[in-house]
């Protein structure tokens, strides 16, 4: 991620940005999502705090898409934050 870019990101939106990477959603990354293969292409493209996109290749037809990340992951991400911004150490 390029400095101007983390500049111009939000404190909050920046940590989910991290914390996605670190659940797999990093550039290079290869995993599994909506029953497919994909190698992550992008860092994951944070709209709303429940709309999270990531430019992925299928591995099958090589195609690019866009995908979203699903909700159930971003709640993941989401609680990881709540609980840091809790930790009284």
């Known amino acids: 991620m390029s400095t101007?870019?983390?500049?111009?990101?939000p404190r909050?939106?920046?940590h989910l940005n991290e914390k996605l990477k670190n659940?797999?959603?990093?550039?290079?990354?290869?995993?599994r999502l909506y029953g497919e293969i994909?190698?992550?292409a992008s860092e994951p493209i944070v709209v709303t705090e429940t709309v999270?996109?990531?430019?992925?290749?299928?591995?099958?037809s090589g195609s690019?898409?866009?995908l979203r990340?699903?909700?159930?992951i971003l709640r993941i991400a989401s609680e990881n934050k709540k609980a840091a911004r809790n930790d009284p150490l």
């Open 4 to 9: 101007i870019s983390t500049m111009l990101m």
């Open 12 to 14: 909050q939106t920046r």
């Open 23 to 31: 659940l797999g959603f990093a550039h290079g990354n290869r995993l």
């Open 38 to 40: 994909f190698e992550v």
């Open 52 to 60: 999270v996109l990531v430019d992925a290749i299928e591995a099958r």
């Open 64 to 66: 690019l898409r866009r």
């Open 69 to 72: 990340i699903p909700l159930p």
